[in-house]
């Protein structure tokens, strides 16, 4: 389903565009929307969080909550552009769509599209590439530097003649390369580098391609399984040295009321969920079979298949990439989080990569995707392909230049095929806020047992997906808050006037099922609802109230006359 919207998804968005349009959104939408700056930059811009819910019915905290975010990496600039379409269709939709209504009128949604502003605009308006931010670390001297030589605003390939080569031209396509037999002894064989010049070239040393100087990597930034530079590059000095990921960890622990979290990545197709730093057998089976299930309303709307993050993204199991804002999310804070890997060129050519093997893929399958891509580039977005073109180089001599936009090819899509993935990614973080935990107050009954005195029985229960708790990982690290039950308005002469009553299931983990031989069956309902009772003292007439909340799981009451 596309949802109407207020604005186009047609480009990317630079950051005066966003914050020109969220300002807007808390003039057209007051009774809606705030907005607050989490970070400013180092270059002075505001990491702009944006709060979506109806004011009229409760406080933005007093309500379950879901937070979306973008651009952990400044490149991945689709995951800024699915986030600000929800925030479009979350307002424009408002009292138009009945599902979007209620969410808003019952839930909090948290938006934040950019996390790395400073990375992110360097992407958009040069030609250069980058993993987190603008910033110099650990810098190493030497090989060839990107560098847009024509100045055609892209960083192509740069093919550089050799008899050193480990390329050649395909004799069927001049355009394409293949690798040099290990018999050519005849022909001209190329070097294929990116476009760019040569720093601190000595004239008889091997060539390389130089080590990014912007090589920060926000997502190896988060306290949870940190290791420093020696085992993973970009993590940066200690855990949240970063400015901007400080924020974003002050920013969770200051809403309690955050259940789950989808943070925004490119590319690959695929649907991660925690633990990236162990086995998903380790932790619980009922928090895995929840993931799974969430993950699986993503794989309907957008195509793409669920993965554990430990067991099928990552190849080495020992020396493992951690560090990442999704594990953090779960394992030290028990929310239900998942990168996605939004944009998946490689199924669309037809040579999809097999992520759950953890194997490194043979070269040939490679050559093959990257040609298979070329292809594709050349038929659909031909803007952004140009054939190799001769160019003087002031080092390497008649070098040739050409190949595709990788930025708007491979890393993110092409600005025509952007709407498509922002409506599908949309479609499914409504479906994921809504798996969240919601409390009510199922029924509330009162028996007068003497003149003024009576019993009052109440039933309270949780109707969300989720258990208040939202994952066992947060009962096991003891940081679950119990749901609190208050009676108000008469005097509790038995009982307990404001009392913890533990954790409320949701009904993923009723027990059902569909057996061989037997009809459907619901074999365990899951602890989802509790009665209580008291004995209150009051006139008749009198409206007693009783109240149930749980940071997670909302607010909820109901008012009866004794």
Sequence with gaps: ????????????????????????????????????????????????????????????????????????????VTGSMTALHDADVLLTNYGKDEGITKLLDTMTVYIIPRVSPD????????????????????????????????????IRMM??????????????DPSRMVKRDPGDWEGTFYDIYPEGILENYE??????????????????????????????????????????????????IAHPNIFG???????????????????PDTVSKD???????????????????????????????????SGAFDDWCYQAQGLVAYTVELWDLNKRIGVPYDWGSRKAEDAATQLKRFNAAMDWVKENAPQDYVDWQEYDHPVFGKVELGGFNYKFTHQNPPCHILPEVCDQMTAFMIRFAKAGPHLCVDCVKSEEVSEGVYKLTAVVGNTGYLPTNVTDEALKMGIA????????????????ACQEIGQLSGYSRTRTGAY???????????????????????????KVTVKVCHEKGGHAEATITL
């Design 1 to 76: 389903m596309a949802y109407p919207t207020t604005y186009a998804y047609d480009h990317y968005w630079l950051y005066q565009e966003i914050k020109d349009v969220f300002e807007k959104y808390t003039q057209d939408y007051p009774q809606l929307c705030s907005l607050e700056s989490i970070c400013v930059t180092e270059e002075g811009r505001d990491v702009l969080a944006l709060t979506i819910t109806n004011f009229e019915t409760g406080a933005p905290e007093t309500k379950p909550a879901f937070h979306i975010d973008g651009n952990h990496h400044a490149g991945e």
């Design 159 to 172: 093919r550089i003649p050799t008899p050193y080569g480990a390329w050649k031209k395909d004799p069927a």
């Design 481 to 496: 808050k119990e749901v609190t039950v208050a009676v108000e308005g008469a005097e509790v002469v038995s009982g307990k």
């Design 203 to 252: 004239g008889d040393e091997n060539l390389k391609t130089k080590k990014a100087d912007w090589a920060l990597d926000f997502n190896r930034n988060y306290p949870y399984g940190w290791f420093p530079e020696n085992r993973q590059a970009g993590a940066g000095k200690y855990p949240l040295s970063n400015p901007e990921n400080k924020a974003m960890a002050d920013w969770i």
């Design 119 to 154: 990375g992110a605009e360097t992407y958009l308006t040069t030609p250069y590439t980058l993993r987190s931010v603008n910033r110099v670390h650990n810098p190493k001297e030497g090989g060839v530097k990107e560098e847009d030589l024509d100045g055609d605003g892209v």
């Design 287 to 321: 928090d895995i079979e929840a993931f799974v299930e969430i993950a699986k309303m993503g794989q309907q709307e957008l195509g793409y298949e669920p993965l554990n993050i430990f067991d099928s993204f990552i190849e080495d199991q020992d020396n493992y990439d």
């Design 516 to 542: 061989f031989y037997g009809n459907l069956s619901t074999s365990a309902n899951a602890p989802a609802k509790k009665k209580l009772e008291w004995i209150v003292k009051a006139p008749a007439g009198t």
């Design 261 to 279: 979290v989808s943070t925004n990545h490119t590319s690959g197709g695929i649907i991660l969920y925690p633990p990236g730093t162990r086995k």
